[in-house]
């Protein structure tokens, strides 16, 4: 079994549209949860932390559910400028794992 | 403000070759991964250093594979031989600390193996 999975999508949808990804992990120990965004033929980069008690960054919100072991991440308002493709990353230990990413295509 | 710095941006070698991959980490960040990326395993942790030290190792895929970090500013990533299934894009990353610190990537060496 994968540490973390993410459903692939992709995910298409229009602009000003509201989008949920979910993210699910394995190791009951995780103690740090990230969000990364990657472009095409670009690095990673972070877009958020997702703490405990769920957090918010504009358009962009993140909650964690340990009981269930998953992360979320909802994206209101979608902008064209929003498509990329969503990692999801779990630290347990040492140990950094990311997901295979799900792609969004916002369609104007 | 300078972030992680990678060379080359790409490399393209014929089989059996040497391939040598570059890192630079942000300065102050003790912490330093190497990562490889394909369509079909998507983001691949191969090693990573702590304060230079290897500390994990195991996603290295064989002993073609090596890594060095001769100090905090510098590390390496070598493929001898290349073979083609080599080909992918290789990240190195740095975090102020392995753990709960987020990891800022460098741009990545596509690496094409013929």
């Known amino acids: 079994r994968k540490e973390v999975e993410q459903d692939p999508g992709p995910f298409n949808v229009p602009e000003g549209a509201t989008v949920a990804f979910n993210c699910t992990y394995s190791?009951?120990?995780?103690?740090?949860f990230f969000w990364y965004r990657q472009d095409c033929r670009k690095e990673p980069k972070l877009l958020m932390s997702?703490?405990?008690s769920g957090n918010e960054d504009g358009r962009f919100t993140a909650q964690l559910n340990r009981a269930s072991q998953y992360i979320s991440l909802l994206i209101r308002d979608s902008k064209l400028s929003d498509s990329a493709t969503y990692l999801c990353?779990?630290?347990?230990?040492?140990?950094?794992?990311f997901g295979t990413g799900t792609s969004l295509t916002v369609i104007p | 403000d300078a972030g992680v710095i990678q060379s080359p941006r790409h490399e393209v070698t014929e089989m059996g070759q040497e391939v040598t991959l570059r890192c630079k980490p942000i300065s102050g960040h003790n912490s330093l991964f190497w990562y490889r990326q394909t369509m079909m395993r998507g983001l691949e942790l191969l090693i990573y250093?702590?304060?230079?030290?290897?500390?994990?190792d195991s996603g290295m895929p064989e002993d073609r594979f090596s890594a060095k970090m001769p100090n905090a500013s510098f590390s390496t990533l070598k493929i001898q031989p290349s073979e083609p299934r080599d080909s992918a894009v290789y990240f190195c990353a740095s975090s102020f600390a392995s753990g709960a610190y987020e990891q800022y990537f460098g741009p990545g060496t596509r690496l094409t193996v013929t």
């Open positions: 997702v703490y405990s």
């Open positions: 190791n009951s120990a995780s103690q740090s």
């Open positions: 250093f702590n304060n230079n030290v290897p500390i994990d």
């Open positions: 990353v779990v630290n347990a230990g040492n140990q950094f794992y």
